[in-house]
């Protein structure tokens, strides 16, 4: 508590400086704005979309066809409201559940990601990781976040293959580097994924090539969105593809307009559903962040429920 109290004052104060001489105002309007910004971490919200990309019939008469997607958890020990929060997004019913990655913020929270996700776990579901997967979090100033410059990483070993493994004996696909075909109710799905771009650990050569044409839905997994990972994706005829990482901007202008990415596309596709050439992209703007930056400004975290369609 006494670490996260002095993050907490070194953020406030740091705000207060760049917005008293940004804007005019004082220290303590900086302050109050980082508090308001500490209360969003837990303000958790749901995106939903309806997406018409099934040929006709192909649901068999059911409606939609939901795939859950929850990206960046940042876990750490003791976060109940986001592990009570993301569970009970089972209530939802998701046909599929894809995670994009960055699920660790503590060597001590695998347990917490577990209990986290839960009954989602007993789902049909797919995951790549993202670099805060492997390595630990280190200290730097937050603000640092919005010049777009790429950190180094820690280098400091997490516990992934320990989380890994307990998402595959409950039932999940490891879709890094890997070409998937298999059937989800009616839905044949084709999906592949790389490992993270946003420090050159992917590999496109491994999963090169257009997806299975016979396949109802064809999905990109990729935890960083880089447009030259994106651009390769949407070549070889992808239908969706979904990513994370960038939390949506996490330090917003009001509106939730985001000042950058840190992957290489523009602020306005930092969250939500857009296009990538004839490609539609999902970025998540994640439910969490690093424990050495516990802040969100007009960015609050959430999951998005995406309601795959028959075409008309």
């Known amino acids: 508590m006494n670490t ?17 001489v940004g804007v005019g105002v004082g220290a303590a309007a900086g302050a109050g704005l980082a508090a308001w910004g500490v209360s969003q971490l837990t303000d958790f919200r749901l995106h939903q979309y309806t997406l018409p990309l099934l040929e006709p019939g192909t649901l068999r008469g059911a409606p939609e066809f939901r795939i859950l997607h929850v990206s960046d958890l940042h876990m750490i020990p003791g976060q109940e409201q986001k592990t009570a ?14 995670n994009t990655g960055d699920n660790l913020s ?3 929270a695998v347990p917490d990601v577990l209990a986290a996700l839960g009954p989602l776990l007993a789902r049909p579901g797919m995951f790549i990781f993202g670099t805060n997967d492997y390595w630990a979090p280190k200290l730097s100033n937050p603000l640092t976040y919005l010049t777009g410059a790429k950190r180094k990483p820690s280098y400091v070993d997490l516990p992934w293959r320990d ?9 999940w696909r490891d879709a890094t580097h890997k070409r998937l075909e298999f059937q989800v109710g009616p839905v044949r799905l084709a999906a592949a994924g790389v490992d993270d771009p946003h420090h050159d650990l992917d590999d496109y050569s491994t999963i090169a090539g257009p ?8 999905l990109a997994l990729l935890h960083a969105p880089y447009p030259r990972v994106l651009d390769r994706f949407a070549a070889d005829g992808y239908q969706l593809a979904l990513a994370g ?3 949506g901007g996490q330090i917003c202008l009001p509106g939730g307009r985001a000042l950058t990415t840190n992957s290489g596309i523009e602020p306005a596709r930092a969250a939500g559903l857009h296009k990538h050439g004839d490609m539609n992209l999902h970025v998540s703007n994640g439910l969490g962040t690093s424990k050495f930056a516990p802040i969100r400004l007009w960015c609050p975290p959430s999951a998005t429920l995406l309601k795959i369609t028959e075409r008309s």
Do not use: Q, Y
Not at 163 to 171: D, K, S, T, V
Not at 211 to 218: G, H, I, R, T
């Open 85 to 98: 929060w993301v569970s009970a997004l089972d209530s939802l019913h998701p046909d599929l559940v894809i």
């Open 163 to 171: 989380m890994r493994a307990a998402f595959i004996e409950r039932g």
């Open 245 to 247: 990482h960038t939390h």
């Open 106 to 108: 503590d060597e001590h």
């Open 211 to 218: 997806p299975n044409a016979d396949a109802d839905l064809s």
């Open 4 to 20: 996260r109290n002095t993050l907490l004052k070194t953020l406030a104060a740091r705000l207060g400086v760049r917005i008293g």
